[in-house]
């Protein structure tokens, strides 16, 4: 079955212990992203990946970072998380379609994170 | 910049009636539009697409959006909603170069009331 694949799920930890949310997807991508969800904001993105050893900053990278070393891959590490990172993230991947088009994002379940 | 507005955080409608959900949007070159569904504790769920054209295109679960192009919107639509249907939509778009991360509009929460 095709899916992208996010752990934990759910994850309550303390300020300045580092973290990392693992994202795994099996469709063969290239594009891979992680989002947060916030009420009121929307998805906002965190950082992105045309492909393996690419990556870019999305609308609010700070204090986190992110790894592509392969295809599959993606995950989000928070070195020092602090409360404001309390959140819903979402990872999601997508090939690129015909010509420069890019088919729509397949999306993780979501991790939910709380920082105390 | 891209940018997407849904001007409405919450859309009521009763069950079988018509429902819309508005989106507007900022994009340089040509759009890339897409709608998607999520519901509670899921990641979202890709309903629509519009890259060239018919203006009206049609998606999953009975849904449809209707691109115009002077108003740069990209309305969700369903001739007559389910309950089922209640969820929290999104509007998204990127520019057709590919090379512009997605865009995400802050979501609207449709209730279908039985």
Redesign the interface.
């Known amino acids: 079955e095709a899916q992208?694949t996010q752990n934990p799920r759910y994850l309550i930890t303390v300020t300045g212990k580092k973290l990392t949310v693992t994202c795994s997807q099996n469709m063969n991508h290239e594009y891979m992203?992680w989002?947060r969800q916030d009420p009121?904001?929307?998805?906002?993105?965190i950082y992105?990946s045309?492909n393996v050893e690419v990556t870019?900053k999305?609308d609010v990278p700070e204090g986190y970072k992110v790894s592509r070393k392969e295809k599959r891959n993606f995950p989000l590490i928070l070195e020092s998380p602090s409360p404001n990172q309390t959140s819903l993230y979402?990872c999601?991947s997508s090939q690129?379609g015909s010509g420069?088009?890019?088919q729509?994002?397949?999306?993780?379940?979501?991790t939910r994170l709380s920082i105390l | 910049a891209q940018s997407v507005a849904q001007p409405e955080d919450q859309v009521n409608v009763a069950e079988g009636n018509p429902l819309t959900v508005k989106c507007t949007y900022s994009v340089s070159g040509n759009p890339y539009l897409f709608w998607y569904v999520q519901y509670p504790n899921r990641g979202l769920q890709f309903l629509l697409k519009y890259i060239t054209g018919d203006n009206l295109v049609k998606g999953s679960y009975g849904f449809e959006a209707e691109f115009n192009k002077s108003q740069t919107s990209f309305h969700l639509k369903k001739p007559s909603a389910l309950v089922s249907d209640s969820a929290l939509y999104f509007c998204a778009v990127r520019d057709y170069s590919g090379n512009t991360p997605l865009v995400f509009g802050k979501g609207t929460r449709l209730s279908v009331i039985a």
């Open positions: 992208v992203s989002y009121g904001l929307g998805l906002r993105q992105y045309m870019d999305g979402f999601a690129r420069q088009g890019w729509p994002q397949h999306f993780g379940d979501g």
